[in-house]
């Protein structure tokens, strides 16, 4: 039997209370707002071309006009939901088409996983949305309440009128970019121009001013208050990218071997003076750490909170500009190249070919070629067939038993159309159609009107010779009587 461990008694009889356990770190730390400084230089730049070109992109293209004829939107990208229709410039695509959206995200995703091989987390860094908005509103909060000194300064000093008109002229420029922003976002599920009137004359509908409003707040909580927390604690990418890292992918790396150690640069100190103390090119100036945007230190080595932008490159490059040293200190760089040059060996050339993204890139090919060669053969119609549960089959007085089918005709043709119902599977079936004129025999002629789902009711008779299993395969075969186009539908015929 285990013994249970007894306190030390005093010799006045008290017991001692064991001593205390050591501390250990807090399980919640509060969110430490990040200042980040404006950088300028090439990878700035680049940022500041994508994230214009992708801001101008989302506004303009719901203004964009497609002809599709007489009766039909001539928005060119359009989800439709109250006609369940999504137009995307010539290509037209209904609920039944749901595998080309698959097809998209799979084509999405496993571009994401090449351009993470190549360059780590470069979608992140320069087109992620939440990357260009989030620019954008610090942009905006530079303009108005000064860089990163003067915005910690304003945030630390007194709340006085100073302090309270910046931020209110901030959070009224912030606010009016969400309202453009969830605009915008409705102008893909509705008429652009017929909602912008709305909007003008105050008398949007109530759904779809929900619906702005929402995507409103959450673009102004997101890119004006959740920022790199998004990044980090939000999103699961960081957590993913590690698997498809190698060290063959170009990723922001500090040079260790040619900054380390660091010290502060000294006026009276030469840099043969400096190397020959041991220290290096960095001098520790932080200047890389004030203008990430998610507030790490890349001296520390590759981390999860990197978002590969490279604005501590430009930041670095400045520095070693102002003080005669070689740029580069921070760079884009693989692992490979980064062990070489600290063992004073010549690097091997960056290898944009290998396994992994030979793999990637013929993924790609070969799902953009399947939704190509799918998109060009699209049928102009679409059959489904759904055969009814209750009564499972019905015996009829002539000896026969009977299935009842809903079967549904989507004519995706601007005319009306003409279609022959046969089936197969099963000898001596007789079909009925109600409602179609009485119609009866071995093929019904059913029609459809155009841009529509027909239904239709069919039954199904059979001898109860021909139905030798409780289950039996039957197949329709729906037929184009002008243009031949055939689909087909798989169910079964129940009996006894």
Not at 58 to 81: E, N, S, Y
Not at 322 to 330: E, N, Q, S, V
Not at 344 to 372: C, D, N, Q
Request: charged fraction near 20%.
């Amino acid at each position: 039997m285990q013994k249970l461990a007894r306190s030390p008694v005093g010799e006045s009889g008290a017991v001692t209370p064991p001593p205390n356990p050591p501390s250990l770190p807090p399980l919640y730390a509060s969110h430490k707002k990040i200042y980040p400084k404006a950088a300028r230089g090439r990878f700035r730049r680049i940022k500041w071309a994508l994230t214009t070109a992708l801001l101008a992109l989302f506004l303009i293209l719901p203004w964009l006009r497609w002809d599709r004829g007489a009766g039909v939107p001539d928005q060119a990208v359009l989800l439709d939901l109250d006609a369940q229709r999504f137009y995307l410039f010539a290509v037209e695509l209904w609920p039944q088409h749901i595998y080309y959206f698959t097809g998209a995200m799979i084509l999405a995703a496993i571009g994401l996983f090449l351009a993470t091989a190549l360059a780590g987390r470069v979608w992140c860094g320069y087109s992620c949305p939440q990357t260009v908005w989030t620019d954008l509103y610090v942009w905006v909060e530079e303009r108005i309440e000064g860089d990163r000194g003067a915005r910690i300064r304003l945030d630390n000093g007194p709340r006085d009128a100073r302090w309270l008109a910046r931020k209110a002229a901030k959070h009224a420029v912030w606010l009016l970019i969400a309202l453009a922003t969830g605009a915008t976002a409705i102008f893909y599920f509705v008429d652009a121009p017929g909602y912008a009137r709305d909007l003008a004359r105050l008398e949007p509908s109530t759904l779809a001013s929900g619906w702005m409003l929402f995507m409103a707040a959450c673009t102004y909580a997101m890119a004006g208050f959740m920022r790199e927390q998004m990044c980090v604690y939000v999103c699961p990418w960081p957590r993913i990218q590690a698997a498809l890292l190698d060290e063959e992918s170009l990723v922001v790396t500090y040079q260790d071997w040619r900054g380390e150690g660091r010290a502060p640069l000294r006026k009276d100190q030469g840099w043969e003076a400096r190397k020959s103390t041991g220290l290096g090119d960095c001098i520790d100036c932080n200047a890389c750490v004030h203008v990430c945007p998610t507030g790490i230190d890349i001296r520390d080595g590759i981390q999860m909170d990197c978002i590969s932008c490279g604005l501590c490159i430009d930041a670095c490059n400045d520095v070693m500009a102002r003080i005669g040293r070689p740029g580069d200190l921070i760079r884009y760089d693989t692992q490979s190249a980064q062990a070489a040059k600290a063992a004073a060996r010549k690097p091997e050339p960056y290898r944009l070919v290998r396994p992994r993204t030979i793999v990637y890139t013929l993924l790609m090919v070969v799902v953009s070629g399947v939704m190509a060669w799918s998109l060009a053969l699209k049928p102009a119609s679409g059959l489904s067939v759904l055969r009814d549960r209750a009564p499972l089959y019905v015996a009829l007085s002539g000896g026969e038993l009977q299935n009842s089918y809903t079967v549904k005709i989507a004519n995706m043709t601007r005319q009306p159309q003409a279609y022959r119902l046969t089936l197969s599977g099963i000898a001596g079936a007789v079909l009925n159609g109600a409602g179609v004129n009485g119609a009866e025999g071995a093929e019904l002629e059913l029609t459809a009107a155009p841009d529509t789902v027909q239904t239709y009711r069919v039954h199904v008779r059979v001898p109860r010779s021909a139905v030798a299993a409780v289950s039996t395969p039957i197949t329709f075969t729906l037929t184009n009587t002008a243009e031949g186009g055939v689909q087909t539908a798989a169910t079964v015929f129940l009996g006894p």
